[in-house]
T-cell receptor, first 112, second 111 residues
Framework: KAGVTQTPRYLIKTRGQQVTLSCSPI?????VSWYQQTPGQGLQFLFE???????NKGNFPGRFSGRQFSNSRSEMNVSTLELGDSALYLC???????????FGPGTRLTVL | AQTVTQSQPEMSVQEAETVTLSCTYD???????LFWYKQPPSRQMILVIR??????QNATENRFSVNFQKAAKSFSLKISDSQLGDAAMYFC????????FGKGTKLTVNP
């Protein structure tokens, strides 16, 4: 069974731009969560989607948004990029909500 | 809010020896999951072991085992017969609604 895939793997943007990251969960998994990983703040929860509905949200500004499609694939969007948004963005999927999560390889975003 | 604390930023172990990584957490919930994840330099987060809070028996996965003390809110990971491939960042995580991670412990395995 294929694992969680994330595209793109690497991304370089400039301040003020917006970016969209994509995540395809493991087949049969209906829950997708997003995390931001930085050296300073560690791993922080962004949001979780289950059956196309946002089920939970972390403490991030409204510039961070996401959605989930009927095939469980998810996208995350960051608008008006700031230097501090440079991070590794990890996506994780689980069969149902509140269950063990399996992570993708991440998208390394660099904001210049 | 739930918090997870890993008090050992770095640990080292000799190949074939045993090492224990510490983790404590704070929650008022009685039903939750606990996990240990491994993140090697490749950055791929790998699930090592899971523990359901309602289970008293400690989880075991091959060379990896946990010591789960619910009353003390402690969840340590023991790695037996350490191998070079075990070198990585290890994160303890709490799950109820969302995953809350500790800051991680960097494990070095010396040949």
């Amino acid at each position: 069974k294929a694992g969680v895939t994330q595209t793109p793997r690497y991304l370089i943007k400039t301040r003020g731009q917006q970016v969209t990251l994509s995540c395809s969960p493991i087949s049969g998994h209906r829950s997708v969560s997003w995390y931001q990983q930085t050296p300073g703040q560690g791993l922080q929860f962004l949001f979780e989607y289950f059956s196309e509905t946002q089920r939970n949200k972390g403490n991030f500004p409204g510039r961070f948004s996401g959605r989930q499609f009927s095939n469980s694939r998810s996208e995350m969007n960051v608008s008006t990029l700031e230097l501090g948004d440079s991070a590794l963005y990890l996506c994780a999927s689980s069969r149902v909500a509140d269950n063990e999560q399996f992570f993708g390889p991440g998208t390394r975003l660099t904001v210049l | 809010a739930q918090t997870v604390t890993q008090s050992q930023p770095e640990m080292s172990v000799q190949e074939a020896e045993t090492v224990t990584l510490s983790c404590t957490y704070d929650t008022s919930e009685s039903d939750y999951y606990l996990f240990w994840y491994k993140q090697p330099p490749s950055r791929q987060m790998i699930l090592v072991i899971r523990q359901e809070a309602y289970k008293q028996q400690n989880a075991t996965e091959n060379r990896f085992s946990v010591n789960f003390q619910k009353a003390a809110k402690s969840f340590s990971l023991k790695i037996s017969d350490s191998q070079l491939g075990d070198a990585a960042m290890y994160f303890c995580a709490y799950l109820r609604g969302k995953l809350v991670f500790g800051k991680g412990t960097k494990l070095t395995v010396n040949p």
